[in-house]
């Protein structure tokens, strides 16, 4: 019993830790932060040529939150100059930061 009360501790602790740092990550990313996308989509087959996607490398040009406190952003492309928006949370998962300004 007393295992299962200190491992149920352990794993609280250490959930409220990482939900933490989560949001310490979240709230340091700011306007000018260059991001790079996580998956380079190759084909299958070896003689097709690599897909090349658009949006390689993005940096955050506005941030701002919503009624229900989510954070969302504009970022532009640094290849093509186009923008977009999404939740700062959906962004994070295929971007990653590699230069913070």
């Known amino acids: ?3 299962i ?9 250490g959930t409220k830790k990482y ?3 989560y949001n310490k990550y979240i ?6 932060d260059i991001f790079e996308f996580n998956y380079i989509l190759t ?4 003689f097709e040529r690599k897909i090349e996607s658009t949006f390689t490398r993005c940096v955050i040009t506005d941030i701002k939150e919503d009624d229900r406190g ?18 700062l949370t959906s962004f994070i998962e295929d971007y990653t930061r590699i230069d913070n300004k």
Not at 27 to 32: A, E, L, P, R
């Open 27 to 32: 709230n340091s990313i700011c306007v000018g």
């Open 70 to 87: 989510n954070k969302w952003i504009k970022y532009k492309c640094l290849k093509s100059n186009d923008e977009s928006s999404c939740q």
């Open 43 to 46: 084909p299958e087959n070896p």
């Open 1 to 3: 019993m007393i295992t």
């Open 19 to 21: 939900v933490r740092e």
């Open 5 to 13: 009360l200190s491992l149920a501790i352990y794993f609280y602790f």
